[in-house]
C-alpha cells in the first residue's frame, strides 16, 4: 500500500500520546458469532501505548416493508442500502459501496470464482462495514468480518473460527477445509497487506496455521502469547471444614445447549455417584439449562444442585469462584477464559483432556486432567494443520469421563491438603505466567509489527 491509513493516521499522531486502536467486536454482524465481541477476553484496559475505542452500534436495522421481503433479495438488498444511508449518512454508504466492490474484485483475482466472492463478501455485512472506521488499526476477533477498509488485526483460538460462517466450530471431524471456496477466499484475506497480524493465545494455533495456510506471508504475521486474567483479592484457602461446592458454569452468554459442550452430563452423572459417597458435597450449576432426560432432572431435584440461570454481575461471579472449591469443566474443548478465572481464584480445577486444555493446565499439579476427549471430540492434525471437532458425542454422557471425574472430586474430597496445593500452584500460575500483563504485552508486541 502506498499512503495506506494507518500511515496518515500515524501523522496525525501528537508524540506521547497513546495510539488508538479501534475494538469492532460492537459490530452488529459479530451477533451472528455469539456476540463474541462482548466477551470478557476482551474487557480489559489496552496495553501501554494504546488505547481502544469500541466502534459499532448493534441495534438492530429497521425492517423492510412486508412487500419487498416478497419480492426477493434484489430489492431486500436495495432496501439496505437505502435504510443505512439514512441512519449512517449518504456519503458513508457510497464509500463502503465503493470498496465493497474492490473487494469482490481482490477477491475475484484471488479465487477465480466471481459467485463465490460475492457471497463470501456478502457474509461481512453491509450495515457492519458502513460501521467500520477507515482510519487508524482495527481489532477483531474470532471472525475476520473486514473487507479491508483499514489496516487490521486479529485475535483467535482456533483456526475454524477464521471460516465462519461456512465452516462451524464441532462439525470439522472429516472437513477438508482446503477444498472449500471459503479457504483461498480466507487465504487471500489474510495475506492482503490490509491484514496486519494475527494474534493467538493458543500455542496449537500459532503451529497449525502456517500448515494449513503453506504460506509464509501468513506465518509471518502470527503472534503468539498465553492468556491473561486479573488475580482477584478475594479466592479459596482451603481451609476450615464444611461442605464441599463443586462448581460448573455455562459459557458466559448462557447459550443453553452449551450445557451439553461443557459436559453437564457428565457432571450430574458424576454427581450422582458423589453425593450417594459424600454427603457433605454440593454442586452449583451457574448454567441455563436445555431440555434435560428425567433421569438428569431427577439427579437436580434430588441431589443438593443449586440452579443459577441468569446472568451474574462480575463481582457475583467473583463472590461465587471464591466460595467453591472444585471447579468442573470436562468440555469438548478448551475454555480458556473461565479456566483460568477459576485458577485465578484458587480453586481446584477438573477439566478434559480435550483440545488446548493442556497448554494451560499442568496435570497433576495446577489441575486434573481426565481422558476421554482427546480424539473423540477435538483434536489437533498436524499434517493439515487443522483443528478437528466432533461435538456430537457431547449430546450424552460419557462412561469414561464419569469415571475421571468421580474419581478426581473423590481424590479432591477425602484429600484436602491435595485439593489445597493444586489451588495454591493454579493461583500462582496465573500470577506468574497467565496474566493480564503478559498478554497485554503480546497485543502491544502485534499492534507495535502491525504499524512498521
Not at 435504510?83 to 463502503?96: P, Y
Not at 471444614?241 to 460448573?248: A, V
Request: some cysteine.
Amino acid at each position: 500500500m502506498s499512503a495506506t491509513a494507518i500511515d496518515r493516521a500515524r501523522e496525525a499522531e501528537a508524540p506521547g500520546e497513546p495510539v488508538c486502536v479501534e475494538f469492532l467486536g460492537g459490530l452488529p454482524v459479530f451477533a451472528r458469532f455469539g456476540n463474541c465481541g462482548s466477551h470478557p477476553l476482551f474487557a480489559h484496559d489496552a496495553p501501554p501505548g494504546y488505547t481502544f475505542a469500541h466502534t459499532g452500534k448493534a441495534e438492530p436495522p429497521p425492517a423492510p416493508p412486508r412487500v419487498l421481503r416478497a419480492i426477493g433479495a434484489l430489492f431486500l438488498s436495495f432496501w439496505m442500502i437505502v435504510a443505512t444511508a439514512r441512519r449512517f449518512g449518504l456519503s458513508r454508504t457510497v464509500r463502503t459501496l465503493a470498496r465493497f466492490a474492490r473487494f469482490v474484485r481482490e477477491q475475484w483475482r484471488a479465487t477465480g470464482s466471481l459467485r463465490a466472492s460475492v457471497r463470501f463478501a456478502h457474509s461481512r455485512n453491509f450495515e457492519s462495514q458502513v460501521q467500520a472506521p477507515r482510519d487508524g488499526l482495527a481489532f477483531l476477533t474470532s471472525v475476520p468480518y473486514t473487507v479491508g477498509q483499514a489496516p487490521w488485526v486479529i485475535e483467535i483460538e482456533d483456526p475454524t473460527t477464521l471460516f465462519f460462517p461456512f465452516v462451524e466450530n464441532g462439525r470439522t471431524s472429516h472437513l477438508d477445509v482446503r477444498a472449500l471456496p471459503c479457504f483461498d477466499q480466507v487465504k487471500a484475506l489474510l495475506e492482503a497487506d490490509h491484514c496486519r497480524g494475527i494474534v493467538t493465545h493458543m500455542r496449537g494455533t500459532a503451529e497449525l496455521l502456517p500448515v494449513l495456510f503453506q504460506s509464509e506471508r501468513i506465518a509471518r504475521k502470527v503472534t503468539f502469547g498465553p492468556l491473561g486474567v486479573p488475580l482477584p483479592a478475594r479466592f479459596q484457602s482451603h481451609e476450615g471444614d464444611g461442605p464441599i461446592d463443586l462448581l460448573f458454569t455455562n459459557s458466559w452468554h448462557q447459550g443453553a445447549n452449551n450445557f451439553f459442550l461443557r459436559g453437564g452430563l457428565d457432571v450430574l452423572e458424576a454427581f450422582d455417584v458423589l453425593r450417594r459417597r459424600f454427603p457433605n458435597v454440593r454442586l452449583t450449576l451457574r448454567s441455563a439449562l436445555p431440555e434435560l432426560s428425567e433421569r438428569h432432572s431427577r439427579i437436580i431435584r434430588d441431589g443438593w444442585v443449586r440452579v443459577i440461570p441468569e446472568f451474574v454481575s462480575a463481582e457475583s461471579m467473583r463472590d461465587l469462584l471464591a466460595e467453591s472449591h472444585v471447579y468442573l469443566l470436562p468440555a469438548a474443548r478448551i475454555h480458556v477464559v473461565s479456566l483460568l478465572q477459576a485458577m485465578a481464584s484458587g480453586l481446584a480445577v477438573v477439566a478434559s483432556d480435550g483440545w488446548g486444555f493442556d497448554e494451560y493446565v499442568e496435570h497433576g499439579r495446577t489441575g486434573l486432567l481426565v481422558p476421554g476427549r482427546d480424539g473423540r471430540t477435538s483434536w489437533s492434525d498436524r499434517a493439515s494443520g487443522m483443528l478437528h471437532e466432533d461435538y456430537s458425542p457431547m449430546c450424552e454422557a460419557d462412561p469414561r469421563v464419569v469415571k475421571g471425574i468421580v474419581e478426581s472430586v473423590t481424590l479432591l474430597v477425602e484429600q484436602r491438603d491435595v485439593r489445597a496445593r493444586i489451588g495454591s500452584a493454579a493461583r500462582e500460575s496465573v500470577r506468574e505466567h497467565f496474566n493480564l500483563s503478559q498478554w497485554n504485552a503480546t497485543l502491544a508486541r502485534a499492534f507495535d509489527r502491525a504499524r512498521t
